[in-house]
């Protein structure tokens, strides 16, 4: 047991003689000499970015490499703010250890592009870095200024922004961010269609006009066109015939536009008016919602139950193919079930209605 104890204390005395203060000092103390350069893209590149090219390379970065007094494993970020941000929420576009180079591809650079919230199909500035790291010991290279004109797969909007707005339940008048949104049938499509309330008139200026706006800025605006039922680049402020809630169709490749006012309500023999009448729902602007509380019978679709029906006849209907809750033009009849029922239509998201219908 003495031996063992012995041996023990040997072995630690070993440690202690290894770790000996000389050997501390004697390690090599890792310091920023040089900084990195960032060699490309050159300052004031431009970048058009594009879907069908997602996977492709949009940029090789490049740089000098950093010099830390010694030979160290350096690990280089390259990062993207937007210009002016001074790089107080950058986004890390690529990062390597010891290489002098990074591809970044379109999607890669689009996607950095839009969590910067840059606005999609606008040229927008930003600037690149290269940062060194090693250790705690951080270095930043020259800072080169790019622009970038982002894209997205989402539907097409546009925006409708108008002197009506507030008194009609939006936040602001003559605020594009704010105001009620077209959505076109699919990406790359031109059609826009959506739902949009006119308060009624009580003379103050401009509360029957409005304009279509391609972003949620005054940006790619369009106006009154020369002739009824079309659109310009520049022109008149549109102007709505009569107070209402109205289905706004535009296309912007016919440059042509269409206003219809619309009532909502419920029709179908599982309703209080059966086949032959609608039984019409109220508009409420803060909830920007249709809604009824209406006695329901047994009725099951496809043949019986209910639809949604707007000024009592055909030409714009909502049923439910799939029974999902999600409305589709012309679909499938709505099955009904006896009792009374809270049934609220909700066409506040273009191209994407719903409904619900609560038990009360």
Partial sequence: MKNITKSIIALFAVVALSCSVEDVQDRPVIEGVDSPVLTAPTSGASYVLSPANAAAQAERFTWKSANYGGTVEVVYTVEIDKKGNAFKTPVVLASRKSENQASVSVETMNGAALTLKSTPFAPSEFEIRVKSTVGTEVMLSNVVGIVITPYTTESPKLWVPGGYAKASGYPNNWDPATSPTLSASGYGKVDF???????????????D?????????WKGEYAAGATAGTIAATGANFKIPAAGYYKIEVDTEKLTYKATPLVWGIVGNGTPGGWAADTKMTYNKVAKTWSIIATLTTQSAPDNGMKFRANNNWDYNFGDTGADGTLDAGGTNISTTAGTYLITLDLSHPRAYTYTMVKQ
Avoid: R
């Fill in 193 to 207: 269609e959506g739902y949009v309330n006119f308060a009624a008139f009580t003379g103050a200026d401009q509360e």
């Fill in 209 to 217: 006009q409005f304009k279509f706006t391609s972003f949620p800025d």
